[in-house]
């Protein structure tokens, strides 16, 4: 059975840091585009960092450069979304995606329907909540 599995959300105090994983399950990740994206409330889903297969370039959107570092262990089948000095507006659900054919430049820069109706697998997300 194919799976993307996210886990290490939760409560944060602004300026804290979290880190979130990323597990597939039924493929292997090493030909793969991965990208973190998140859905705030009443905002539509937008993409937040994404890792290239191959070379591995990564991409960031501006909110959160310098703050935020995806990585991948392919051994481990793995990707992680390092999150440091988190802000409020950084509340949302944490998806994780997987895709063959994108760069992760291109992945990122999918609206939220398109991401849906044309990036391969998805997970189911995990809340993330930065607040006092």
């Known amino acids: 059975q194919v799976q993307l599995v996210e886990s290490g959300g939760g409560l944060v105090h602004p300026g804290g840091s979290l880190r979130l994983s990323c597990a597939a399950s039924g493929f292997t990740l090493d030909y793969y585009s991965i990208g973190w994206f998140r859905q705030a409330p009443g905002k539509e889903r937008e993409g937040v960092s994404c890792?290239?297969?191959?070379?591995?370039?990564?991409y960031y959107t501006d909110a959160v450069k310098g703050r935020f570092t995806i990585s991948r262990d392919n051994a481990k089948n793995m990707v992680y979304l390092q999150m440091d000095s988190l802000k409020p507006e950084d509340t949302a659900v944490y998806y994780c995606a997987a895709d063959r054919l994108f760069t992760g430049q291109a992945m990122c820069a999918l609206n939220a329907w398109q991401g849906s109706s044309q990036i391969e697998y998805w997970g189911q997300g995990t809340l993330v909540t930065v607040s006092e």
């Open positions: 890792i290239s297969y191959g070379d591995g370039n990564t």
